[in-house]
């Protein structure tokens, strides 16, 4: 019913860029906003960004604003994320929320499987 796929993680050194995207198949829905989690081993998911279903207005967490920067063009949503240190490692995840929520930092119920980002020092 609703398919999200996330990809573009990879392996890069502290200060370093990497852009991720998200792509959503589904029916259900066509206005959706659309929010970027993470998630490091041992931690609880934590909110980095979101974007609304008109791609109007972003959203940040204070530890990526600045350096990370969401957008949306068609059916694909981006993360670009710059000047990467080892506390941004974690398994990213894209979640497209209907009702709008994930905007406020509240997670929906549609995730993918994620993908893997990696900053060494």
């Known amino acids: 019913q609703v398919q999200v796929i996330e990809s573009g993680g990879g392996l890069v050194q502290a200060g370093g860029s990497l852009r991720l995207s998200c792509e959503v198949s589904?029916?259900?829905?066509?206005?959706?906003?659309v929010g970027w989690f993470r998630q490091a081993p041992g931690k609880e998911r934590e909110f980095v960004a979101a974007?609304?279903?008109?791609?109007?207005t972003q959203f940040y967490a204070d530890s990526v604003r600045g350096r990370f920067t969401i957008s949306r063009k068609g059916s694909a949503t981006y993360l670009q994320m710059n000047r990467l240190n080892p506390a941004d490692t974690a398994v990213y995840y894209c979640?497209?929320?209907?009702?709008?929520?994930?905007?406020?930092?509240?997670?929906?119920?549609?995730w993918g499987q994620g993908t893997q980002v990696t900053v060494s020092s």
């Open positions: 589904t029916s259900a829905f066509s206005a959706y906003s």
């Open positions: 979640n497209p929320d209907p009702k709008g929520a994930v905007v406020a930092g509240k997670p929906g119920e549609y």
């Open positions: 974007i609304n279903w008109r791609g109007q």
